[in-house]
């Protein structure tokens, strides 16, 4: 049962911050105005707004998930090298070389970021329909 409800938090809280951002993008466009707009004018204000979050979204979830990748291991390692420098004792590392660092963070588990991958996914469908919708009126 916890399991599921975590997913469902996840999920909720970030289809929630993806149509805050949607709603506000809505509102500095002028979508809720008042000034009668056209259909096509709409479509393309609609198509924008969720276009944004669903790219944010998602762009978030590859970076997340390059990370897990460990693309980014050689730039953690480097930073945490410098700042070793400046230790009073500079050979009192936590990781004498890369491998070994490498090795500890195989040990750390992992969260899931499929969330982000799907919510992103789902906002870009969203937009890409808006699209379909803008070309053909």
């Known amino acids: 049962m916890k399991g599921w409800l975590k997913a469902l938090l996840q999920y909720s809280i970030t ?10 993008i809505m509102a500095v466009k002028g979508l809720f105005g008042g000034v009668e707009l ?3 004018e709409m479509y ?20 997340v998930f390059a ?3 460990g693309v980014f291991d050689m ?5 945490r090298l410098f700042f070793d420098l400046f230790r009073r004792d500079v050979t009192k590392r936590k990781y004498r070389d890369f491998y070994e660092y490498k090795e500890a963070k195989k040990d750390k588990q992992r969260s899931s970021i499929l969330f982000l ?3 992103g996914v789902a906002f870009i ?9 803008y070309y053909h009126s």
């Open 117 to 119: 991958l799907l919510v």
């Open 38 to 40: 056209e259909p096509q």
């Open 75 to 79: 730039l953690g390692f480097s930073v």
């Open 15 to 24: 289809t929630a911050i993806g149509v805050s951002v949607a709603v506000i």
């Open 44 to 63: 393309k204000i609609l198509c924008d707004a969720f276009f944004v979050p669903g790219v944010i979204i998602g762009g978030v979830g590859l970076i």
């Open 125 to 133: 469908a969203v937009s890409i329909v808006f699209l379909v919708l």
């Open 67 to 69: 990370s897990h990748g």
